[in-house]
């Protein structure tokens, strides 16, 4: 997947022959996240998951300025747009979280809301 990169801080990592591409925190800073170097580390492991997976649909350089914004508010009005590369769960065979996600569409049909935006991707 490629990120639309808005802040340019998508750099190379060369390790042995192989190159890697990483999100570079200060890179970002430099470019307009401002202040990012003083945020909690989780905060920091956030916002660089924003940066990797930028869209510009499900994920906005907004979505990514409201996380960089928090210092100053310790509060945002926008949710985060979280994307695990994976979830370890108890259950290996994953049917507790598909029940989880049938239930929580019906309920989002019953009242009225859209459940098709009850979506694990």
Do not use: H
Not at 10 to 29: D, F, I, Q, R
Not at 59 to 65: A, F, L, V, W
């Amino acid at each position: 997947m490629t990120s639309l990169d808005s802040f340019r801080c998508c750099k190379p990592l060369k390790v042995g022959s192989k190159t890697y591409a990483y999100y570079s925190l200060p890179s970002a800073e430099k470019n307009g996240l401002k202040s990012i170097s003083r945020l909690p580390f989780s905060m920091k492991v956030l916002l660089e998951n924003l940066l990797r997976n930028e869209d510009g649909r499900s994920i906005t350089k907004e979505d990514i300025q409201a996380v960089a914004q928090w210092l100053k508010t310790k509060t945002s009005e926008r949710e985060i747009a979280f994307r695990p590369a994976r979830v370890l769960m108890q259950d290996f065979t994953g049917v507790p979280a598909v029940v989880d996600l049938a239930a929580m569409r019906d309920a989002m049909k019953m009242l009225g809301g859209d459940p098709q935006k009850i979506n694990p991707l």
